[in-house]
DNA sequence: GTCTATAACGAGATAGAC
DNA sequence: GTCTATCTCGTTATAGAC
């Protein structure tokens, strides 16, 4: 690969991460629809038909950070599969991992984009698809083994570990939604939520 | 106020109602810039126009809503409040009701306005003011006197109020946002979220 | 009170110059 | 690779007929 190509490699990388993360900010707390193309294009510092010569369309954008997103939560549960320890301190690396996530940076947005993709009837039908398709996979469907194996064992409470699940993911979403809502808000220990799993004496 | 007067209002009132419901449902899946004028009207099921005869913009109608949405959210907590019984049973009470109107019909749709007005950098400033403004009076807010009076008499479990009350709502809106993404998922007992504000011993 | 027609405007997307 | 100018279309909001 020629020397000049490579420069225009490392420059065309640049600016599509550039992009990406000035659509993260845009979206995230204007709206998949609301958001202009020259608003992500002011955010990135870039001209507007700049937008175009890497990305198809604005839906093309949102995907891209749809897709992100759900890596993004993916890879956590993944991780926390991984680690060594009783099934009840994965969850509870993995809810520490989710809250820091939450607490700092642009990491808080990548929840908001998830809640706006799954609960908005505008996303397109690719974008469904990724979410809810048929070989989908969702953050609730991939923590359930976790929780199955701690009831195995008797670490965690017995129940219907889907409403278990869906109950953590509940409370993970609303801590996001509240962050945004007021910045600086208190936010509970890993702790309090791990009741969610434990036995009530 | 003679007869005829009469009716003319009857009729205002019922399709300032319709258009109200139908501006719900479709601002709460859409968002209220995807929101289409002319889809509140289709599902009000009148002229594009008329709609324009009842509200002055778009705007309005969101306001409205959004008003709608808090007064409901406050008065489930002022009926907590008057209730008889220890301040962990009003909680409990309240949770009920609350996960109730989570559970069935339209009402979840309130969560959904509230969730955007206060997550959207694009709602105007009016709405910003209803929400955070000098003297609003937000549901978080408006719990923390039951907390404390509770914590005072030692029924539930000491540590900030703010905080307590951050993680109940967090849990509250969680489960709204959860229950429009899988409609359908199994919704937790009220006694589960009431572990929040329990001892652990 | 209700409708249809239309004015006015803004935003997504493209073309083509540099 | 980057920019500005422009095309095009859809949507808000209004005007005026019934």
Known sequence: MPRQD?????????RRAQILQAALRVFARRGMVAAKISDIAKEAGLSHGLVYHYFKSKEEIFMTLVQKALDSSLNVIHYAHERVGTHLEKLRWMTEQI????DNGDEILLFLIMIQAST???????????LTGEHAVSPVMATIPLIVEGQKVGEIKQGDPVQLAVTYYAFIQGLAINRIQWEGCPMPE????????????
């Open 120 to 130: 908005s009837d505008i996303v397109s039908e690719e974008v469904k698809e990724m």
């Open 99 to 102: 809250i820091k996530s939450i």
């Open 190 to 201: 890993a702790n309090l939520i791990m009741n969610i799993f434990k036995k009530t004496p």
């Open 6 to 14: 490579q420069q225009n490699k490392q420059i065309r990388d640049e």
